[in-house]
């Protein structure tokens, strides 16, 4: 990554891609503007940015067709923009690739904090990738290198929210692991009390492995502890 790193900001609101585009670059970074979702693709190709901030709601291509777009050439973090309270647009964009989301109107300190999280941890190695190459939970098998995961004899594809908490849970498989350390070790930053991300991929992961929703058996939320991945459920 370059000394000044390169952020595509991908809104069609004028007055805050702008405010967006100077407030970054007011903190050192380099930043570039689509406004219209059928723009993006051939900038990222052109350009290639380290870091990308793309509104769902776009004219020309909604943002999560550009995000599904992007996932198959593009690597780098991709961070999700929605005005909407909506559950369902966070999972959907974090199912497709987006790397984390932030709600409009973003503050600034977030927006930056977020930034500066996704871009490091783009850069380093993960702690949870890094411990053992194959991780076993009774019929749940995953890869670490290759990304794979399978359970009984069925391959699961995840994204890869869905995958690095999935492969930090199962490390842990049996324990309740606190929401702290699941942020710090899957995104590489301390929870700010108001991040959703992390409740947004369980609820995925859930749907993936038929974990019911109302009483989870396999990946179960120990309120005011953390989240538990169960041995004996796999």
Known sequence: MSQEPHILVVEDDVSLSEWMADFLTQNGYKVGICDNGLQVEDYVRAQQ????LLDIMLPGLDGISVCTRLRQFYQ??????????????????????ASD????????RVLLARIKANLRDASEEQPSTSVQTHLNVG??????QSHRVSFGKENIELSH?????LAYLAQHAGEVVDRDSVFKAVKGREYDGLDRSVDVVISALRKRFNDSGNQPQRIKTIWGK???????AW
């Open 101 to 108: 989301y932030i709600a409009k109107p973003a503050r600034p």
């Open 76 to 97: 780098q973090p991709i961070i999700m923009l929605t005005a909407r309270d909506d559950e369902l647009d966070e999972v959907i964009g974090l199912e497709v690739g």
């Open 226 to 232: 953390g989240y538990l991945l169960v041995k004996d």
């Open 139 to 144: 019929q749940l098998h995953i890869d670490m």
């Open 49 to 52: 940015p380290d870091l990308i």
């Open 161 to 165: 929210a869905e995958f690095s908490l």
